[in-house]
């Protein structure tokens, strides 16, 4: 049997996502949009199955509503009789809180990795975006003889919010830190929540009855292990692998963040990779026509200049530019879009001006409307951000025609 294909998958998918309202009001994190064609679960999601892990569960918790349809609607691909599985994992116990953070939700869950016929089992966030091959890295933490090997980013890359781990010479773990608490000696990095465990250590882990005080997987479990036990810190990036080595990766911790990874797409060399043909980001696509230009009612030209747009989009004699916009978006004539990001089925009524906007889902901009160049009434109506990025929540309702 191969090292994947004896390795079981856990996705959580438990963050409450504040730091993205309003666009986390009627879904998690991990099922926001992103990038014009996917959701933000496909990025691990497409990591497991090009890594060759077919045996995920997916751990959810609050608004999972939306995340369960995208599941079953593009991810039901694996073969049962072949013991492969995506299959979504409520929390197990009458807690009122249901899962306490990662750790608590791995010990909800024992049960499942035990009866596992699995030797290894790959831990990992289900709400950042990067390409990564996890087999590679369980070849690494096979050929080490670890009992735990965490991903983790230099020293340079560390991004506020991450959990630090200081390293000897040998890239052995020494101690783990929280983001708050200043690195121990040795090389600093930080952990980017992918971990891979021998199963029989991880369940060792989990029945020490130990509380679990919610700062995370890796300091949950391991922060007073590294000295006893074998837990090495595995690179992000580096020339293992079979995606091209963009090293991209990001924890989307802010609208700021969130406006900002998606504007890189757009960039002449994308940072990240989304056109590597041996490992596409899948995800579900509803049946529509292509995208297209037509003039408008006025014989205006339809305009689209470096930008992305997604299926049944239709740009009737309106200006896109620098732009991200999803499926069955409809820009009407004379009216622009800059710098902005536009969910499924936004329509931009004739002569509307939109400016630095993220739009969620069936929003209907009223014709000759200018969102994006008055911060003061912006703020009055809408969410904006500390760098002025303006947000009109799903399906809101102008009041006037």
């Known amino acids: 049997m191969q090292p994947e294909e004896n390795t079981l998958a856990i996705v959580f998918t438990l963050g409450e996502g504040r730091e993205l309202l309003p666009l986390t009001v009627q879904r998690t994190k991990a099922a926001v949009p992103f990038g014009g064609n996917y959701r933000i679960i496909d990025f691990p999601l497409a990591n497991c199955l090009r890594s060759g892990l077919r045996r995920i569960l997916v751990l959810t918790q609050q608004r999972s509503h939306s995340l369960h349809k995208h599941l079953r609607d593009g991810w039901s691909i694996f073969n049962a009789e072949l013991g492969e599985f995506v299959i979504a994992v409520p929390p197990q116990e009458l807690k009122a809180e249901g899962y306490c953070g990662t750790a608590d939700a791995l010990k909800q869950n024992a049960f499942l990795i035990r009866r596992s016929p699995c030797e290894y089992v790959c831990v990992l966030c289900g709400e950042h975006v990067y390409r990564m091959d996890y087999g590679a890295m369980l070849d690494f933490h096979i050929a080490q003889g670890a009992d735990a090997t965490l991903a983790c980013r230099e020293a340079d890359d560390i991004a506020a919010g991450q959990t630090r781990l200081a390293l000897d010479s040998e890239h052995r773990v020494r101690s783990i830190h929280l983001p708050c608490e200043p690195g121990g000696e040795g090389e600093i990095c930080a952990s980017i929540e992918v971990a891979i465990f021998s199963k029989a250590f991880l369940l060792e882990l989990l029945g020490q009855g130990r509380a679990l005080v919610g700062h995370g997987l890796v300091y949950d479990l391991l922060e007073d292990k590294t000295s006893r036990y074998r837990v090495l810190a595995y690179s992000f990036g580096g020339r293992a692998g079979r995606v091209t080595q963009d090293r991209y990766w990001r924890s989307l911790e802010s609208l700021d963040a969130y406006y900002q990874a998606n504007m890189d797409l757009l960039q002449p060399f994308s940072p990240m990779d989304l056109y590597q043909s041996d490992w596409p980001i899948r995800t579900y696509q509803a049946q529509h026509p292509p995208a297209r230009t037509v003039p408008g009612k006025s014989s205006n030209e339809g305009g689209f200049v470096n930008s992305i ?93």
């Open 309 to 401: 747009a997604g299926s049944g989009t239709v740009i009737a004699g309106g200006g896109v530019n620098h732009s991200v916009l999803f499926s069955r978006v409809f820009v009407d004539d004379a009216a622009t879009v800059e710098d902005s990001i536009l969910f499924s089925g936004v329509k931009v009524g004739e002569g509307a001006q939109l400016r630095h906007c993220l739009i969620d889902k069936e929003v209907r901009i009223p014709a000759s409307e200018r969102i994006g160049y008055d911060r003061e009434l912006d703020a009055k109506r809408f969410t904006v951000t500390e760098q002025g990025i303006i947000v009109v929540p799903k399906a809101y309702a102008f009041g006037y025609p």
